[in-house]
């Protein structure tokens, strides 16, 4: 088969075939996939779910339980701004909630057992260092929840038809 001429040159059928094949792809594309389902993964809330679970690894690391109880403070900006996104991209379930009234009922007792390790002056009170390992196992639950939230498919898994 002759190469064909053109305006530039001459091309060979394999690169026209490849340009021709590169078109019909580029054409079809777009009707694959329903452009109105959100992106999986959504990356603001996996943002927040690695810095909360950056500070949660941090913030304990070898610490006493008083010092490790105003790092677990902390974390509470960042759980309010996981629940905002979640809200946003509305998707709240069970698990979510259960691990959120978790970590808030463990954040009420280790509150109540610092307050006795300060009137106690034991930065080492016994019943602290359990509300606080508490506290950090409601937080990994967080975590967790968060995380299949974040990477379960949207309903309709964005794959039915326009």
């Known amino acids: ?3 064909r001429s053109t305006a530039r040159g001459t091309a060979g059928p394999g690169r026209v075939r490849a340009v021709a094949c ?3 792809l580029v054409a079809l594309a777009p009707g694959c996939r329903n452009d109105a389902a959100p992106a999986w993964g959504y990356p603001e809330l996996g943002a927040t779910v690695r810095s909360l679970s950056r500070a949660l690894d941090e913030g304990c690391a ?3 339980p008083a010092s490790c109880s105003d790092g677990l403070d902390r974390l509470d900006a960042l759980a309010e701004r996981a629940l905002a996104e979640v809200l946003d991209h509305r ?3 069970d698990a979510y909630v259960a691990a959120t009234n978790e ?3 463990t954040r009420q007792l280790r509150l109540a057992a610092a307050a006795q390790a300060r009137a106690r002056r034991d930065p080492h009170h016994p019943p602290l260092a359990r509300a606080v ?3 950090e196992l409601a937080y990994r639950h967080l975590l967790t929840a968060l995380e299949r939230v974040r990477t379960a498919p949207p309903p ?3 794959t039915d038809p326009v």
């Open 103 to 105: 970590v808030r009922r």
């Open 133 to 135: 390992a508490a506290e």
């Open 1 to 3: 088969m002759a190469a």
């Open 62 to 64: 070898g610490k006493a």
């Open 22 to 24: 590169a078109a019909v």
């Open 91 to 93: 998707l709240l379930d």
């Open 156 to 158: 309709g898994d964005g």
